[in-house]
């Protein structure tokens, strides 16, 4: 398949006076490394650019503030009045203008979030903040917004959008959805306004349709002003796609392009579903964006949950939208839009939507990737060591997410391979989650690198291979990558070797086996969505965790989808439960009320990994150059996996 089959996904666009290459936008991603003076380090013009590089039509940056006294939420975000600011943006657009991609500027104000720390969640106050009316927010009263403070909140739109356009950027890109400033006097949660800039959804998008036009009058109407809204808020108390459409025909005409979001990231409930979790269907918001096309002559856009080229394709032609804007997926993969052109469609990296970008971004001021090392090290790679001149041989023990990723790359640089995995397939402990719906997209990326692997005539697998110290010298490898993992934690309990008690990788594997009552002993991601799937297998399921919270394991912004699941299956969880015996009965536990029992047919327990530190120890005088990298030195999260194994590849044979 090639461009000819998604004619419609690669159809230019003209929006003012701007042409886009094709329907695949780069929506707006965050950058949150910003240096105390207010500016970005070069490493974000490399960031974007390298999206722009791959093939996308646009690429948005992360939000501008346009008032640096009222609507900067947190000392992460740029602002439009930093003095000599506008060095730093235009650097970036002229990043992503030299690929052939228009660079975007997303414009945006705090609102009633201004002067805050920005943690998630319960951000710190630090000053003074205004909203459409009085209120109480985070511990301060919210000041509301008068006639002259609403005048100036549109002229300093006005002027971040004129900077923009003098440091290069070809459109503006409002955000007024999300929760943010302009949403929040579309929303009749935080608008009760009953003046001409509330009541009504017309009268509550007043003031983005004056920001538009005011736009337009100071840059012209060839100057193309996207602006970004919410369809549905998604919570009870405010507004749905009915509302939702009479705001998109307020902008109707004024906007040239509505771009169709979905949700408030301020609710805890619904941030999984404005940041699509794991647990939504691919293209969840794609109805939002349908039925506002339904009554606006102007083009619409989707965003949410995007990664699937014909799904796109179809929802282009079949005029649900008339763009689709893609954020989390070209961080996995910024080639994607040139892949799907080029025909090579199965090597694009899908994104599982784990939140672990957003987390890193949010924890580290930089975005790294699960699946994509490069991404967060784009200046890194593109500045990388040249490939040696001589070709090694590698030895990788373990075929996991690390040992692929250490494979691939050795094999991209031009040494020989032998990838030795002790199962009978590639994908490591990941495997067992094989049949969850909402791991699919996990599934895919497994299935995928297994693919590649199997394709490039620099690797050689050998599979059902256990290497130890002897094996290993034998292969007579110069350069050896160990990513042998981990093994589950058995905990401390009496009768844990009981019948009809399983560890989490052999739960998932007979899952749809296991009968009557379930107890899943573990706080962390592995125990609760082992029990959501138990659950959606209509099993009765309870967790029972000894601490008093869940482990989010350092993604932390995977909890808010997490948690929305847990509500909408209704999955019991009890806290400050220490289970000492287990019984034919079920398991004996004490807990700050005293000591009980909890009925149960199955017993499962999932409380950690243990890193294999033998094995990788005792090979370490088996090759020249020695490398480990994984859950083998310490048990984490997949992006330090494929990092670690990223950078390891990179550096053999450099010396």
Request: aromatic letters at 8%.
């Amino acid at each position: 398949m090639s461009v000819q089959d998604y004619p419609h996904l690669f159809e230019p666009i003209r929006l003012g006076n701007t042409f886009f290459r094709n329907r695949i936008f780069g929506a707006p991603m965050g950058y949150q490394n910003v240096n105390g003076d207010g500016y970005l380090p070069e490493s974000a013009a490399y960031y974007y650019e390298r999206r722009a590089r791959g093939g996308a039509a646009s690429v948005a940056t992360m939000e501008v503030i346009a008032d640096a006294q009222y609507g900067r939420g947190g000392d992460t975000q740029m602002c439009a009045e930093t003095k000599n600011v506008h060095h730093n943006l235009s650097r970036i657009a002229y990043a992503v203008s030299a690929y052939g991609a228009v660079p975007v500027m997303e414009i945006d104000h705090a609102g009633m979030f201004a002067n805050r720390s920005l943690s998630f969640f319960g951000a710190e106050s630090a000053g003074e903040a205004y909203g459409p009316v009085e209120c109480e927010c985070a511990g301060r009263l919210i000041k509301p917004m008068d006639e002259a403070f609403i005048e100036r909140m549109i002229a300093k739109f006005v002027d971040a959008a004129a900077l923009g356009q003098r440091c290069g950027y070809r459109m503006a890109l409002i955000h007024a959805g999300h929760g943010w400033g302009l949403h929040q006097f579309l929303s009749p949660v935080t608008n009760t306004r009953t003046d001409q800039w509330g009541g009504s959804p017309e009268n509550r998008a007043r003031i983005v349709v004056a920001i538009i036009d005011g736009i337009h009058r100071r840059l012209g109407r060839g100057f193309p002003v996207e602006v970004r809204i919410s369809g549905s808020e998604c919570f009870e108390g405010g507004y749905g796609i009915e509302e939702g459409i009479r705001i998109a025909r307020q902008l109707d005409g004024h906007a040239d392009l509505i771009h169709v979001s979905a949700g408030n990231h301020e609710v805890d409930e619904v941030f999984g579903v404005t940041h699509p979790s794991i647990f939504m269907e691919d293209g969840c918001n794609v109805p939002y964006a349908a039925a506002i096309k339904k009554h606006v002559a102007t083009p619409v856009a989707t965003v949410g949950a995007l990664s699937d080229p014909a799904l796109m394709e179809e929802i282009l032609a079949s005029g649900q939208a008339d763009v689709v804007e893609l954020a989390r997926e070209l961080m996995a993969d910024p080639d994607f839009p040139l892949k799907v052109r080029c025909g090579r469609e199965d090597e694009t990296r899908r994104c599982i939507r784990c939140l672990s970008c957003f987390s890193n971004e949010m924890s580290n001021g930089e975005p790294y990737c699960a699946i994509n090392p490069e991404s967060g090290r784009e200046m890194d790679a593109k500045f990388a060591v040249p490939a040696p001149k001589e070709a090694k041989k590698v030895l990788v023990v373990g075929g996991g997410v690390g040992g692929m990723q250490a494979a691939l790359i050795a094999a991209e640089r031009g040494h020989q391979v032998v990838l030795c995995e002790r199962e009978g397939r590639l994908g490591g402990v990941l495997r067992c989650e094989a049949r969850v719906p909402f791991k699919k997209l996990v599934e895919r990326y497994l299935d995928q690198q297994e693919m590649l692997v199997a394709r490039d005539p620099h690797i050689e697998v050998r599979l059902g291979t256990e290497v130890d110290a002897a094996y290993a010298k034998g292969v007579g490898a110069d350069a050896l990558v160990v990513a042998c993992g981990a093994d589950l934690v058995v905990p401390p309990i009496e009768g844990i070797d009981a019948p009809q008690v399983f560890d989490a990788v052999t739960a998932y594997e007979k899952a749809e086996g296991l009968e009557g009552r379930i107890v899943v002993i573990g706080g962390g991601f592995v125990a609760v969505e082992l029990a959501l799937h138990l659950k959606g297998l209509g099993r009765d399921v309870v967790v029972v965790n000894n601490t008093d919270h869940l482990n989010d394991g350092g993604n932390f912004l995977h909890m808010p989808g997490l948690r929305r699941e847990i509500c909408l299956r209704g999955l019991e969880i009890r806290h400050l439960v220490d289970t000492y015996r287990i019984t034919e009965e079920g398991i004996e536990f004490r807990s700050p009320d005293g000591e009980g029992t909890l009925a149960a047919d199955t017993v499962v327990y999932a409380v950690g990994m243990r890193p294999r530190w033998e094995l990788a120890a005792s090979l370490h005088d088996c090759a020249p150059e020695y490398y480990v990298v994984g859950d083998c030195v310490a048990a984490r999260t997949m992006d330090a996996a494929t990092a670690e194994a990223f950078m390891a590849a990179q550096n053999i044979g450099r010396v």
